[in-house]
């Protein structure tokens, strides 16, 4: 192509758009740096904000959606398919953009673009919450929900699943709520493109769907449920993405199972806390008692039922292999051991 014709797409916006949209997600949302006019083009293009889940897609398919291929990437432990790994405090620190203190800078940087990402394409409107708790007089559950149709973003946007995650795992604790009769009482998201370091230049990792559904037979004994993995009492949160008839349905699930609170978090309550996040997003939400003094078998309707999820390894979510491989990656610990138990077989 000559120079002539090169500067005639650059300089027409929509052939320069068409050419844009060629692009992987990751190479678009960077290509805002180029100049100018790549970044007024990506920001003003319908077509191009939705590639990069800044857009809400419209709902073709009710019960087709996609997950964000970046947040997967970055943000991997809030994509496991159910009982295919832990999700809490242990494995959110091991998420790579922690270890490194200019990436996480960059990460918890309040205009941050992974923070206005749509979680899936199509959006769904609202986020339901559950959150969770296993105290001394049983099983209490308490839900809400956030609606987003006016959001900018037009659905559920990552940096609430972030925040309140975060919120729950390291500022919701016992000592914020007072214990009655009647259970715990009511008290009680400028600039476009992900900072170099935001986002790692490694790209999406290539292990993508590596096993097969979860397993149906998981053990379900009369005090826990379990995945044959000790830390699975510990898991703080699950997010459940639901086929509907309208498109589909986000619910995240805050879990404190048994006595486990954690007591070392005040590094991570600061280190990881997203610049213009709530001091405490959990507290701030409407939660409305639906359960309180459960027993075992009412309680796993709220957190356990295997059918409660469309978040399958076939459509995007992170199995059982996948997620083991990556902790044990990140975890010197695991990988020894594993190591040792190769050589032994």
């Known amino acids: 192509m000559s120079s002539s014709a090169c500067t005639h797409v650059l300089e027409t916006i929509e052939l320069l758009e068409a050419v844009l949209a060629q692009l992987p997600q990751r ?3 960077l290509a805002q740096s180029i100049s100018r006019r790549f970044q007024s083009t990506i920001k003003t293009s319908p077509r191009l904000q939705r590639a990069l889940y800044l857009r809400a897609a419209p709902v073709k398919d009710p019960k087709s959606w996609t997950i964000n291929p970046l947040l997967r990437d970055a943000f991997l432990v809030w994509f496991v398919v159910p009982r295919a790994g832990t999700q809490n405090i242990y494995t959110l620190e091991l998420l790579d953009w922690t270890k490194d203190e200019k990436r996480r800078t960059a990460f ?3 205009d941050a673009s992974w923070r206005r990402m749509l979680v899936i394409q199509p959006p769904p ?4 919450i559950i959150r969770f708790w296993n105290m001394q007089y049983g099983y209490s559950a308490r839900t809400a929900e956030i609606p987003f149709e006016s959001h900018p973003s037009g659905g559920v946007p990552m940096s609430s699943l972030y925040d309140l995650v975060h919120s729950f795992i390291y500022d919701d604790n016992l000592s914020d709520y007072n214990l ?12 476009d493109g992900i900072s170099d370091d935001g986002i790692s230049d490694d790209g999406i990792s290539d292990d993508g769907t590596v096993d097969d559904h979860v397993n149906n037979n998981n053990n379900v004994n009369n005090n826990n449920v379990t995945n044959n993995d000790d ?22 699930n805050l879990l404190r199972i048994g006595d486990y609170i954690p007591d070392y978090c005040d590094e991570g309550r600061y280190l990881f806390k997203s610049e213009d996040a709530p001091s405490n997003a959990v507290s701030e939400l409407d ?10 078998v009412v309680a796993r309707r709220y957190q356990f039922d295997e059918s409660s999820t469309d978040l399958l390894i076939k459509r995007g979510g992170v199995g059982r292999e996948e997620f083991n491989k990556w902790l044990s990656e990140r975890d010197p610990f695991l990988r020894a051991h594993w190591a040792s138990v190769a050589v032994g077989n």
């Open 180 to 191: 009655s009769d009647d259970g715990i009482s009511d008290d009680g998201i400028s600039d």
């Open 108 to 110: 918890i940087y309040k």
């Open 27 to 29: 190479d678009l949302l």
């Open 287 to 296: 939660l409305r008692l639906v359960g309180q003094g459960l027993d075992e």
């Open 231 to 252: 830390d699975e009492n510990y898991r703080d949160f699950e997010l459940l993405i639901l086929d509907s008839d309208t498109g589909p349905q986000i619910t995240l």
């Open 125 to 128: 409107k609202k986020l339901s």
